[in-house]
């Protein structure tokens, strides 16, 4: 009979990946309304260091599969070893980061094993009668949200994009099981030839671990608006983001996205300047712990979610901010 939720923690470089530990959490929400368990799945060369963190985020048992193939990321070594768990233990829910990794891995395995996967999922939480999961996404370019059910096929799989769930707080005091797996591999398995692994150093950070962040809407106007922008985030020290009429305008990167077709951002502080507040925008963004918006139109739905509301121009009152702040930050230099 299948029982418990699984997580397949993302690693790379012998670093556990962010969107992993993530996902416990919610896998740990899962379990309690079930009664079962969570298990953190753990796979690469050299990563059972890390299994007792993962139980102090909220596993209650880690299973390892340690193997040189593992090392780096390759598809099939990784499809085998996961389809090896869960052949083994036949979990309730197993649940991915919607990471390229996790967008890779997912699909094969549930045409290998046979199931349904539901991807990039915004929502997860179990019916209360059927105890099916429920699994929700945004559908039709974002337009509506489509709540995904897998009746008849275990386990009950979904992809989670970083940034969407909550990590539980370290719990020390948590115990937990680490169980250690072995999966003969044959040369076979590893059906790709790793020739380089070339890394490139981006200035940017990743919108979703940045605690500032200065949106950018269709209200900047065009390209050139994004220099005001720019002046306010080195003040702050932020990055830039923005929403998805920005990016299809041609005016920025995907990478730079938020909402539901874009990134899940919980920065301290969210500017939101010189967007509308459309459903799709807000979706991705309203969990902020400060939202702060601009816009000219004092009817925008961005001021029902906002915490301080400015009406009027981004291209006039933006550069007042700047200044104001940089007067701040010299001023405070100077009495330290």
Known sequence: MSKDVYVFIEQRDNQLQKVGIELLGKARELADDLGQQVVAMLLGDNVKQHAELLIHHGADKVIVIEDPMLKEYVTEPYAKAVAHIIKKYDPEIALYG????????????????????????????IDEESKNLLMTRPAFGGNLMATILCEDFRPQMATVRPGVMQALQTDTSRKGEVIEEKVDFEPKDMNVKIVDIVKSESKKKDITEAAILVSAGRGIGGPEGFQNLQDLAKVLEAEISSSRAVVDAGWTTKDRQVGQTGKTVRPEVYFALGISGAIQHVAGMEDSDLIIAINKNEGAPIFDVADLGIVGDINAVVPKLTEALKREKKLKAEIE
């Open 98 to 125: 919607a990471s390229s990794i996790g967008r890779d891995l997912a699909p094969r395995l549930a045409a290998r094993i046979h199931t349904g996967l539901t991807a990039d999922c915004t929502g997860l939480e």
